[in-house]
């Protein structure tokens, strides 16, 4: 479903952000990237959004080179993507429903299709009752119930999420996992960036732990830290 | 239609937001509009008083009676029929002292005391139309050769050609003004536009993340362009219109001067205006957002710096 190969980022000022990182995510799968502040979790989220050039390498998402794809490409390529981010990124000025709404007539989807499907996610997240109030009437777990929403609301076949429970207590953490999970049982490939010990610890999927952009570990069914050795 | 009407939608929410933003544009395009269309409609008047006293006699050939001072009997008609012949000459027609005196009582009616003189010394004339008013100094030149009939030449071709100046003069001013502050214009919206982005500019990138096109993004600031271009436009061309029919009002006083310009001068340039508004709303909104999706795109805005 992603495949990276030797990726290379380098930023402005010869930042290594990405270091011949290579990686082969399969349909489904929920991979975990860990890793300190500035080891590179958050530049691999945005060079598989074709957010970032990469300086060297291909990678593929969804069977299609993403490195060579034209500028005016990149709109169809998120729309198969959905993305959570730690800091919710609403609309201030529209309703839950309108933001998740957005996604879709984005897509040019028709009212008639727009409305029960929007219902449907809403349900899901369980916001139906909240579904009026606007961004800043919510609490942190419910604006990125919100966010999940909106990603997951044309039923992507990928969700990339950059820290999505960074701003969350535990308890509200957990709720997010869950959905998140929820998610990846119907078969969306999830790629989340963290440095969530527990959660990472409670999940028990895969895990790519990163440092100094490169990959120092890729572990099946791991913990945030390595296992001791035997 | 579902995608026009939530553009349009786009569009409206974000002239209701941007409110004081949108009032400055329109503003902006208001003024240089009235700017250029009051030059235009200025112009006009010129050029129908122009066209108009054109239209009349250029000159006025005062002549010595006949009979007197050696001015032998039929001389008038003689300089008649040779000024007829003269290549400047479009027309020319005998004025006598009865319709001398006639027009003589026309103008001064409202002052009796100057309609008590004797009627016999009011000289005859000739009235002349030129072909070209350029050439009303030969003309005159000709006829000041002719001592003996001419008593005095009288001629409104100086001021004629002077208002000709004027109007020319106007014609390159306004014509000047027009693109000057038509490019005022575009280069206020680009600049209200990009300012409206930049207020926006979260929201843009939330956009672009969910994979809104940039035409998806650009339409409903087309659209505001377009609306501030188009509201602007049509006050100026209200404005101006206003102006010139109580203009036109007040001119009724003076006989000499028209100051009134047709209804059909306002529909056509009115028209041009409102496209031209409409026009520059919608290129001011381009050129204000072809940087800033050129440089959204894949630089990193979209998601938060840091890796």
Known sequence: MIRLDNVTKVYEGATVAANDVSLDIQKGEFVFLVGASGSGKSTLIRLMLRDEPVTRGKIWVAGKDITTLPRWKIPFLRRSVGTVFQDYKLLPNKTVKENVAFALEVLGRPRSVIGPQVDQVLELVDLSDKAERYPRQLSGGEQQRVSVARSFVNRPPIMLCDEPTGNLDPKTSVEIMKLLDRINRTGTTIVMATHDHAIVDAMKRRVVALEGGKVIRDDESGGYEAAPPE | ?307
Do not use: C
């Not at chain 2, 026009?4 to 209701?16: C, D, H, Q, T, Y």
């Not at chain 2, 003004?177 to 979260?202: C, E, F, K, Q, W």
């Open chain 2, 1 to 307: 239609m579902s995608r026009i009407i939530f553009l349009l939608k786009e569009a409206m929410v974000s002239l209701r937001r941007n409110i004081l933003i949108v009032a400055g544009a329109v503003l902006a395009v208001f003024i240089s509009l009235t700017l250029a269309l009051g030059a235009l409609v200025v112009n006009e008047i010129l050029r129908l008083n122009t066209i108009a006293w054109q239209e009349g006699v250029h000159v006025i050939v005062f002549l010595n009676d006949e009979g007197e001072n050696g001015v032998p009997l039929g001389a008038h008609d003689a300089l008649l029929a040779d000024v007829r012949t003269w290549e400047e000459v479009q027309y020319a027609f005998p004025f006598d002292k009865a319709q001398a005196w006639e027009e003589y009582k026309e103008l001064f009616a409202g002052q009796p005391e100057l309609l008590d003189i004797d009627p016999t010394i009011l000289p005859a004339s000739i009235r002349i139309e030129l072909k070209d008013i350029d050439l009303h100094q030969s003309a005159r030149f000709k006829l000041e050769q002719r001592t003996l009939e001419v008593r005095q030449v009288a001629t409104a071709a100086e001021s004629i050609e002077q208002l000709q100046n004027l109007s020319n003069v106007l014609n390159v001013l306004g014509l000047g003004m027009a693109v000057v502050l038509g490019i005022a214009a575009v280069v206020l919206i680009a600049n209200t536009i990009r300012l409206a982005i930049y207020a926006r500019r979260d929201e843009v990138s939330i956009m672009k993340l969910v994979g809104a096109s940039n035409w998806f993004i650009r339409v409903p600031f087309l659209l505001e362009g377009m609306i501030e271009g188009l509201i602007g436009a049509s006050l100026a061309v209200f404005a101006v219109w206003l102006g010139a029919s109580n203009l036109a009002t007040a001119g009724e006083a003076f006989a000499l001067f028209r100051l009134d310009v047709s209804q059909e001068f306002f529909f056509r340039w009115g028209a041009f205006f409102l496209i031209f508004g409409a026009a520059a709303g919608v290129i001011g909104s381009m050129l204000g957002l072809s940087k800033y999706l050129r440089d959204a795109d894949g630089t990193g805005q979209d998601v938060p710096t840091g890796f």
